[in-house]
DNA sequence: ACGACAATCTCGTTCGGCGAGATATTATTC
DNA sequence: GAATAATATCTCGCCGAACGAGATTGTCGT
C-alpha cells in the first residue's frame, strides 16, 4: 500500500495464493525440524500420502521427479525415510527393477496430528460456502495447476514454445 | 480414483491446494537451476519483491523469518545473492544495525520472464470469473493464509491443543 | 541368448544451513 | 551521560543434503 495501492483484484488473488506456498512451506520446515526430518522429507512423505490416496503407484523414480532430485539424493531421501521407519520398499513384482514406496501408519500418524488442525480448518471454512462458490474455487485452483503444468514442459529454457 | 474414490469436495479442493504447492515449488526449483541459484534464493527474491510491492521494508532478520532460516542461514544466502549481483544491502539510516535489502533490476526481469506466463495465465483465469467467483477465491486464499498463521504459533509441539 | 535400454543404487564432492559466539548499534536505567 | 541490557547482523566451524558420474541389476526386442 504505497503507489500502487491495490494493482488489480486480480493480482492480489495472485499473491494471496503465493502467501499461501510460503505459509505452508515453513509449516512443512517446522513439522520437519520438530520430528528430525528435512523440509525435503516432509514434502515427500506428503507427495508418496498423495499418491496412496489416488491410487497412483510411488515409484522412487517418480517421487525423484515429484521433488525435483535426481536419483542420487533420492535414493539418500528414501534411505532416511526408510531407517526412520516412515516408509517401506517393496520390490515391484511386475518390474522387478522398480522399487515402490509405501507409507507407515506411524508416519500417517504424525503428518495428520501436524496438518490435521489445518486441513479440518480448510474442509470447515469451504463447509461455509455455497455450491457455485465451491465450484469457483476447485475451477481457479485446477485452472493454475494447469497453468503450472504447461510451465513445466521444458528440460531446458531453449525448447518451450507450444504457440 | 481407486476406492475412496472421490472422498468430500471440500477435501479434494485442499488436495488441489496442496498440488498447486508442490507444482510450485518444482518451479522454483528448476528457474533456480536454470540461474545458477538454489530454491532459497528464489523464494528470498520472491519474498523480497512481495515486500517491495506491499512497500514492507525488507530487513535480513524479516528475510530469514520468512523462510525459516537462523541468522547465519541468512547472512550466507544474502551475501550468494550480492554476490550474484541480484539485491543489494543498505544500512538503515534509521537503525543502523539493520540492513534492507533491494531487489536490482535484472532480477526483476529475470523473475518475470520465468514466472511471467504463469502470472498473466492466472490474472486471464480470474478476468473469467464473476465479481463473486472472485470474492469466493479471495476468501478461501485468505482463510487459509489464516489458518496457516494460526498453526504457526507454537514455538514447540506440546502446547498447541486449542480443541 | 545378446545387446540396447531402463530403474535404482554407490561413491566422492560441493556447499547450504545450523549452533555458538563475536561485533556493532540502539534503548534503558541510574 | 557512562554503564547495562537488548537487538540486528555477521564470523567461524561443522554436518549432511543433493549433485555428477558411473556401477549394478532387471527388462525387452530381435
Redesign the interface.
Known sequence: ??E?AE?????????????????????Q??FAA?NGMHPTDV?AL??LL?AE???TPATAGWLGA???LNSAGTTALIDRLEHGGHIARVRDARDRRRVLLTVGDGAKRLGWAHFG???D???E???T?GP???E??????????A??????AGP??TAEHPA
Chains 1, 2 share one sequence.
Do not use: S
Not at 136 to 145: D, E, I, K
Open positions: 500500500m504505497r500502487e494493482e488489480t483484484a486480480e493480482l492480489e488473488i495472485f499473491h494471496l495464493l503465493r502467501a499461501v506456498t510460503v505459509a505452508y512451506g515453513l509449516r520446515g517446522e520438530r514434502r506428503i507427495c498423495d490416496r489416488a491410487g515429484q521433488l525435483g488442525p489445518l486441513i480448518g480448510t474442509v471454512l469451504l463447509r460456502f457455485e462458490e465451491q469457483a474455487v476447485r475451477r481457479f485452483l485446477t485452472g493454475v495447476n497453468l503450472l503444468a504447461d510451465t513445466a531446458d529454457d
